[in-house]
Structures are given as structure tokens and as C-alpha cells.
């Protein structure tokens, strides 16, 4: 018998659930609960992703056993007392969860479904960061690499280790775009470069709390606390290690009034919201667009060496403006059309590819 909280044991599976990737197999909507001695280990294994959580519980003996995901979230919300009793029965395949107003017998998967995996103990790479800096970095960078051109493949967020006074960067890239955001130094680091899919870090981030450990050997990878952790691996080693490639922005810039550039990209957009026109001039910087039986030409005062003009996507420079903290934004820019807009900043640096006139 298993005695746990419900409110434990209901936290745990929901945050199970939303590392399940449904699928055809049994063992892709399923859970794997194990209790040994004081502790409850729920575990997936569903899409190449395997996770585990850990709650607090009380048992007279170890136990394993696997049920269907869908079957136990469904049924949870039911149980109201403060305390749920777990039973299983081996030789009817059963496990009952009881309490004092309601029981639910459920039946129990075959544990031989369940894929071999051997978790992991020793990492060559293995970075602690709190969980407040990790949640900021992938929130600050994550936009990036979620676009409707991105593929599971491609949308993910490059970690990258250096030695200096940058410490972890976290870099989002896609196609016409990229992030990359830093924290300061972290102890004992090790430089180097791996990437994790955005969808897995978004999905993950609310259940993080205090100390977090990003791990990795080859191509395999690890997020783990004190109470969880998830295992994955990565397309290849080293999917892209594009951190110094970013940081070389043009010499040339202008520094700009946000809130007046976003305004006027928003307006821009509702005239065009494929392309906008942004030139840039000695004595100001110019917002334009046209179409829809419209025309849209606004000004903002600023002060710029060399004369250039882009025709940027809307939505991409409206996405960095609304992520940078800073109230006046500086913009690399190149007198060739054809070169990234650079957006940077103490702690990060935004890129955003022109597109064909």
C-alpha cells in the first residue's frame, strides 16, 4: 500500500501529462509509478523524451507498476480527502486508488512495455543555474525559434558556455531571425555549446523551482532539480554554435526611441502586414508601408552616419522591440540592405534578416 498526499501526487501528474506525446504505442500514454521507501517516482517515456518526478509518500514495501495517463488525470480530480491510498494487485492487474469518499480500480499496462533506458549518471557538461534565470533566459529568447516556418527540427535554443564575463547564453534562431540573452559568470565553467527543443524547455519551465542543472554528453541531454528530471537527445552534437557568428554586429548605428519605433511598426503592419520599409537618414528614421489602398509614412528624430534602407517582416521587428527592456534601443545596421538589423543590448543581442522587396 501507498499512502500520498493528493495534492502531491496531483501536481506530479499534471505535470507528467504535459511531457506525454500521444501516440499508437501503449508506452507513449502511459505512467510508470515505482515507490521505494519514503518516495514516489512517476515516470514517461513517451516521443524520444523520458521524465521523471519525484513526491513524498508513505509504503510498506516496493512497488511498480504502469497505468494508462488519460485513465488516472481523468480520475484524480474526483478524490477530495487530503490523503489518496494507492493498491495494486499483481495477480489481478489492478491497482485501486482509494479514499475515504471514493475508490477507482484501474487496470494496470504490462510492465515488459515499457523501453529500456538506463538514466544516465555521469555527464561531461553539467551547468547549475537558478530556475528564476533559466525561465527569464528561455522567455527572453525562445520567440525566435517559434515561427510557423520552424519544424520540430529546427526550433530550438542553442546553450552556450564561455569562459568570460557572458557566463550561459541562451541563443533562439530561426530562419529570418535570432536571440541570444546572457546571465553572468556561473561557477567552474566548462565552454561549450548544445542545443534543447523549445517546445520541451517551454513546457517544462513552470514545474522548475530553485536549482536547475543543465546536463549533456554527445548528444544526450538533461534538465533535473531535487524533485525531477528529463532526459532527451538532440538532433546532432553541437546543432549550431552561431554565439560568435552573432555577436558581429555592423559599425555602424542609430540609436532609437522604442515605444515610438514599435508604434510605428504597428501601424505600419496594419497597411502592410508583410513588409515594411525602414530607412534611415542623416537627420531622422522613417517608418513606411503600402498597400491595401493605403500609404503610411512616419518620422523619428535621430542622429546616423551612413544612409541605408530595409524591407523587414513587421511582426519579426515588432517581436524584438516588445522584448527588449531598454527604453531607447541601439540598431546596428550596414549600408547594404542585403546585411542583418542588429538590436543589442547590456545583456543581449536580437537579429532580424531584410527580406526581398
Not at 18 to 26: E, Q, Y
Not at 89 to 94: F, G, L, P, V
Not at 140 to 160: E, P, Q
Not at 195 to 204: Q, R
Amino acid at each position: 500500500m501507498i499512502i500520498v498526499k493528493t495534492e502531491d501526487i496531483s501536481s506530479a501528474i499534471k505535470q507528467a501529462k504535459v511531457m506525454i506525446r500521444p501516440g499508437s504505442l501503449i508506452l507513449e500514454n502511459s505512467l510508470r509509478f515505482s515507490a521505494k521507501k519514503d518516495k514516489l517516482y512517476i515516470r514517461t517515456n513517451s516521443g524520444g523524451i523520458k521524465f521523471i518526478t519525484r513526491i513524498p509518500c508513505t509504503c510498506d514495501r516496493e512497488v511498480d507498476f504502469m497505468v494508462n495517463i488519460h485513465l488516472i488525470s481523468s480520475t484524480l480530480p474526483f478524490f477530495l480527502s487530503k490523503s489518496l491510498e494507492i493498491l495494486p494487485d499483481a495477480k489481478k492487474e489492478t491497482v485501486l486508488f482509494k479514499s475515504k469518499e471514493l475508490q477507482v480500480e484501474i487496470k494496470t499496462i504490462p510492465l515488459a512495455v515499457w523501453a529500456s533506458y538506463k538514466i544516465r549518471s555521469v555527464w561531461n557538461i553539467d551547468i547549475s543555474v537558478g530556475a528564476e534565470t533559466l525561465v527569464s533566459l528561455v522567455n527572453r529568447t525562445a520567440y525566435a525559434s517559434d515561427t510557423k516556418d520552424s519544424t520540430d527540427n529546427r526550433a530550438m535554443l542553442n546553450f552556450s558556455v564561455t569562459s568570460d564575463e557572458k557566463g550561459l547564453k541562451v541563443t533562439g534562431l530561426d530562419f529570418y531571425r535570432s536571440a541570444t540573452c546572457a546571465t553572468g559568470k556561473i561557477n567552474d565553467p566548462v565552454e561549450n555549446s548544445f542545443t534543447i527543443p523549445t517546445k520541451t524547455l517551454k513546457v517544462i519551465l513552470p514545474y522548475l523551482k530553485g536549482t536547475v542543472h543543465l546536463k549533456k554528453y554527445g548528444n544526450e541531454y538533461a534538465i533535473s532539480t531535487e524533485t525531477m528530471a528529463l532526459y532527451g537527445h538532440t538532433p546532432a552534437i553541437d546543432y549550431y554554435d552561431i554565439s560568435t557568428l552573432l555577436e558581429k554586429c555592423p559599425e555602424d548605428s542609430v540609436m532609437i526611441d522604442k515605444d515610438y519605433f514599435l508604434r510605428y511598426c504597428e501601424v505600419a503592419a496594419i497597411v502592410n502586414k508583410m513588409k515594411i520599409f525602414i530607412n534611415i537618414q542623416e537627420e531622422y528614421l522613417e517608418v513606411s508601408a503600402s498597400g491595401n489602398g493605403g500609404k503610411v509614412e512616419n518620422k523619428i528624430e535621430t542622429k546616423s552616419r551612413v544612409k541605408a534602407t530595409y524591407c523587414v517582416n513587421p511582426v519579426f521587428i515588432m517581436d524584438v522591440l516588445k522584448k527588449c527592456p531598454e527604453k531607447k534601443i541601439k540598431m546596428y545596421y550596414s549600408r547594404y540592405s542585403t546585411k542583418p538589423l542588429f538590436f543589442k543590448g547590456d545583456d543581449h543581442i536580437d537579429m532580424v534578416m531584410p527580406i526581398q522587396n
